[in-house]
């Protein structure tokens, strides 16, 4: 760790200890932000969450260099009244709690509204009536469609980045109908920023909200089966990670058309890092954080994490490699989806001079070799496993 004395901010200012209240510490997000700051910096985080697996390796033995600097409170924020003291004790509230997979969106809508809207207005309100600083975790989600989506197909403007790039200060939130509950996820979101700008505006609360647009990287979600259940539906990484471990076939819902931009999980946590540490800059701000250089549709996605696995594993690629599934197949009624994510960088690089660096290729790369050493044996003993008749 460097000592708190050497550490400047973006403005060469000494940055002092904090203590961080880190809601949702044992997610995958959260599991890499810990990592950092009890790497990098003196900070103490106190992190809330109802699992820890994923923060295990941070939290034992006794005899970890950060040791006394992380402290690990299971609870659930919706029915714990530990969560006041916790934020009160805390400089700055970090939120990561939510339900934040699209399989859940349509086939748990209640869920879903409750915990990415209500489970998160005692948060901000007790950040608010304490004066704490609040860091809260939305998604690119919140922009929906693109505009360009709804011009005629042949149209020329779909090529001009006005109708596609979103950004922060100017892009609408356009989501489907009622019935395309997909949108649960979304409007939940939206609802929540706009109750914590207006406690910035009217209460003059301080917060800072991120965006992320498509974080992946080791630790992310779950693979059925093995760590998590077998019917569950993970986000795309983790999907098609379980289906190269397996050698089936990548489902590619709706032939795969829809476009992303993906970012290395160390990238964006350098890029929460500077928010933590340059409140002057980043308070009062909403941040894209992505890599508008990674963007592929999502058969490509496949096509790529399918050469790059055969690379890291040795392993021959499946004679068929891919499938076509229907969205109401893998997801069920009332899935829709976002067309393009192209996030306009021009905010976070005025406020924070943060860019991302590692390209689609390296990223998968990384993360391949990861899911390949973690599950590559798991797999291999649950496929053995005789089924109970
Ligand atoms: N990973 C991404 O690319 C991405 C993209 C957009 C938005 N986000 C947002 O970032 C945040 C973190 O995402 P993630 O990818 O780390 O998800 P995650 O599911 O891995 O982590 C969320 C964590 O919150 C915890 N949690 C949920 N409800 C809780 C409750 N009631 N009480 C206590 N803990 C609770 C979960 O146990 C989990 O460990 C979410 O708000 C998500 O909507 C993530
Ligand atoms: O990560 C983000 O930035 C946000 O986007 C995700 O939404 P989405 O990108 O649609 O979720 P994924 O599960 O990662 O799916 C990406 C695309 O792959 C497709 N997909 C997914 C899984 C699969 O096996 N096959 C497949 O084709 C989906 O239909 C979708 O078009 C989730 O909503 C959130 O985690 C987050 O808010």
């Known amino acids: 760790m460097t000592s708190s004395s050497e550490r400047v901010d973006l403005d060469g200012n000494p940055i002092k200890p904090l203590t961080i209240c880190m809601i949702g510490a044992g997610g995958f997000i959260g599991s890499h932000l810990c990592e950092k700051i009890m790497n990098e910096t003196p900070h103490k985080v106190l992190a809330l969450d109802v699992y820890n ?76 009536e304490n004066n704490k600083r609040l860091i809260h975790f939305s998604t690119c989600e919140v922009y929906g469609k693109t505009i360009g989506s709804f011009l005629p197909k042949d149209s020329p403007l779909r090529q001009d980045p006005a109708y596609y790039v979103l950004k922060e200060d100017e892009s609408p939130c356009i989501f489907g109908s009622i019935e395309k509950q997909r949108w649960s996820y979304a409007c939940a979101k939206q609802l929540i920023e706009r109750l914590i700008y207006a406690e910035g505006a009217e209460n003059g609360m301080d917060f800072t909200i991120v965006r992320p647009f498509n974080w992946i990287g080791p630790r992310m979600d779950f693979i059925p089966g093995v760590d998590g259940p077998s019917e569950g539906v993970p986000r795309v990484l983790a999907c098609f990670s379980n289906n190269l471990l397996r050698g089936e076939p990548l489902k590619l819902v709706d032939g795969g058309q829809s476009q992303r931009t993906f970012v290395y999980i160390k990238d964006a946590i350098e ?21 508008p250089n990674n963007e592929v549709t999502v058969r490509q996605l496949a096509e790529m994490m399918i050469q790059v696995y055969s690379k890291v594993s040795g392993e021959q690629t499946p004679e068929t490699p891919t499938i076509d599934v229907s969205s109401k197949e ?19 690089n005025k406020q924070l001079g943060w860019n991302p660096k590692t390209s689609l290729w390296d990223l998968l790369e990384s993360t391949l070799t990861y899911q390949h050493r973690t599950y590559a044996e798991a797999i291999k003993k649950v496929i053995a496993k005789p089924i109970a008749s």
């Open 271 to 291: 890029a929460v890092l500077l928010m933590i540490e340059n409140p002057g800059r980043a308070n009062g701000h909403i941040f894209n954080v992505g890599n």
């Open 330 to 348: 893998f997801y069920g009624e009332g899935y829709d989806d976002s067309d393009k994510r192209i996030p306009d960088m021009t905010i976070i």
């Open 53 to 128: 697996d994923k923060i295990k390796h941070l939290l034992e033995p006794d005899n970890l260099p950060w040791h006394g600097r992380i402290h690990f409170h299971r609870l659930n924020i919706k029915n714990d009244s530990r969560l006041e003291g916790l934020i009160k004790m805390s400089d700055l509230t970090i939120n990561l709690a939510a339900i934040c997979t699209p399989a859940d969106y349509n086939t748990r809508p209640l869920d879903t509204i409750y915990s990415n809207f209500i489970d998160a207005l005692p948060v901000v309100k007790y950040c608010s």
